[in-house]
C-alpha cells in the first residue's frame, strides 16, 4: 500500500514539473545537485588551504624573503619591493598579490 501510494505522488509531482516546464530546469540541474549533495557531509579544510589569506609567520616570513626576527621597517620594505613587481595593475598575478598582503598582514598582527 505504501509503495502505491509513494508511486503516486511520485507521478503527481513529475507529471506538475512536466506541466510548469520545470522538469527540463531539474534535469539540467541534477549532476550539479548530486555533485554537492556530497560535498555536504566533507569539512572545509580544503577551502582553508586554498585561501591564500590563511598562513602562519613562517610561511609569511618566507614569502617575503625575510628572516625571523626582522623589524617592521624591513618587512614593509620588503612588501613593498615584492608588490610593486607582483600588483596585478602592472601585469601580476592576483593569487600572488594576495599571498604578499597576507603575508605583511600576518607578520604585523603578530607584533
Do not use: C, Q, W
Request: hydrophobic share 40%.
Amino acid at each position: 500500500m505504501l509503495i502505491l501510494i509513494l508511486s503516486i505522488i511520485f507521478i503527481a509531482i513529475m507529471g506538475l514539473l512536466v506541466k510548469f516546464k520545470v522538469l527540463g530546469f531539474f534535469l539540467y540541474l541534477l549532476p550539479y545537485i548530486m555533485r554537492n549533495l556530497g560535498n555536504l557531509g566533507k569539512s572545509y579544510s580544503k577551502s582553508k588551504t586554498n585561501n591564500p589569506t590563511s598562513m602562519n609567520e613562517d610561511e609569511a616570513y618566507e614569502i617575503l624573503g625575510l628572516n625571523p626576527g626582522d623589524d617592521l621597517d624591513k618587512i614593509e620594505e620588503a612588501y613593498r619591493n615584492l608588490i610593486k613587481k607582483n600588483h596585478p595593475d602592472r601585469g601580476g598575478s592576483e593569487y600572488i598579490a594576495k599571498k604578499i598582503n597576507s603575508a605583511r598582514e600576518t607578520l604585523i598582527k603578530s607584533r
